[in-house]
């Protein structure tokens, strides 16, 4: 039983890292939708015809005799009125979500550590320098470049080019990079990464635009075989969709997660239901008559087929055609 246990454990485990060593290949050839993928989430807002609340930071969540919980919230630093539900889904990570919930989780979700990870994207005109990746000078950089933890002196986890644009000051070709990194790069280091081309120097900056963002991107993955709680209280009001990040860390995930909360939720109201339904099914609207299904025909009994005479004991009568020829 034991080694079954453990293989077990080393098949799920060798399924998730799978999974997950894809997701962490996915640098590249990445799709998606012009103008920002936030729109496809406004758009299952829009459709879903729910009360949505921008820049409202939801400080306290507190649980009333009544079993509806009381949400208190600021918009823009301003307390906004308390409001009263029946369910609710927290769609964030508690440990960064700044509220209180009373009476706390019954089981807590754990603090797990995320990777600090420094996003920079920049535009130069010039190209990657073949040298900086130990490449020859006439060879040309990938466009994804990617690094393993460790494996010093690099400071960076991957190195991308996007794509090309025009600059709108000097009206030129330039290249947009993007560099996903565990700290801060200086701008000495990027500029050592590209090549050094002498015409430029003296004409365009070397980096004409630079944008930087920290963020807790997504958990370390140490092996594991439990996640986080999706209920996080007895009765089944107050749900957790973020425990899937310590799995995998997606779009598409965390919108299968809502999707499953979603289902339970229904679920549960209608088990609690169930039995106000009996009472209520007078107030139901009548259903249509259906029509009357035509009866089948009777199958004509099929006819009995002559017994067959076992081989052997035919009658020795009967001539053999072939000795008479
Ligand atoms: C740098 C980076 C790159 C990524 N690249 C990809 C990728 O290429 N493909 C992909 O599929 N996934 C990618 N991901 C992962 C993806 O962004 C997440 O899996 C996804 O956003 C999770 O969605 P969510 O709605 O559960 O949470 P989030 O998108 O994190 O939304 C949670 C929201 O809750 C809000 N919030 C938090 N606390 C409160 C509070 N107290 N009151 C009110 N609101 C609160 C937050 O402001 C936030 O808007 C990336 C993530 C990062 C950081």
Not at 41 to 62: H, P
Request: proline share 9%; net charge negative.
């Amino acid at each position: 039983m034991g080694w079954c246990q453990i293989l077990k454990i080393q098949k799920v485990l060798l399924i998730s890292f799978s999974l997950e060593a894809m997701v962490c290949m996915a640098t590249d050839g990445a799709m998606q939708v012009r103008g920002g993928n936030w729109q496809i989430f406004e758009g299952m807002l829009k459709a879903s015809g729910a009360n949505v609340l921008l820049n409202t930071s939801v400080f306290s969540i507190q649980r009333q005799p009544n079993s509806t919980y009381t949400l208190e919230a600021s918009f823009s630093s301003e307390a906004v009125a308390p409001s009263n539900y029946d369910t609710i889904i927290l769609a964030a990570p508690l440990q960064f979500a700044d509220l209180t919930l009373t009476p706390p989780p019954i089981n807590p979700p754990p603090k797990i550590p995320y990777v600090d990870l420094h996003v920079t994207l920049f535009t130069s005109p010039r190209r990657l320098a073949p040298q900086a990746f130990n490449l020859e000078t006439a060879e040309q950089v990938p466009t994804t470049v990617l690094t393993v933890p460790g494996a010093s002196p690099h400071k960076y986890f991957s190195i991308s080019t996007i794509r090309t644009l025009t600059s709108p000051h000097t009206g030129e070709g330039e290249y947009l990079y993007k560099i996903f990194s565990p700290r801060r790069l200086s701008i000495s280091w990027i500029e050592s990464i590209l090549l050094s081309e002498p015409k430029d120097a003296e004409s365009k900056g070397v980096i004409t635009w630079i944008y930087e963002k920290l963020w807790q991107s997504y958990p370390y993955l140490p092996p594991r075989v439990t996640f986080e709680d999706i209920q996080l209280d007895r009765e089944g009001k107050v749900w957790y969709t973020s425990g899937i990040e310590s799995f995998i860390s997606t779009m598409e995930t965390s919108s299968l997660m809502g999707m499953n909360v979603a289902r339970l939720i229904v679920d549960g109201w209608d088990g609690e239901e169930g039995a106000d339904r009996v009472h209520d099914m007078s107030d139901l609207p009548s259903l249509p008559d259906v029509p009357e299904i035509p009866k089948i025909p009777k199958i004509p009994k099929i006819p009995k087929v002559p017994e067959v005479t076992p081989v052997g004991t035919q009658d020795s009568s009967i001539s053999n055609d072939d000795n008479e020829l």
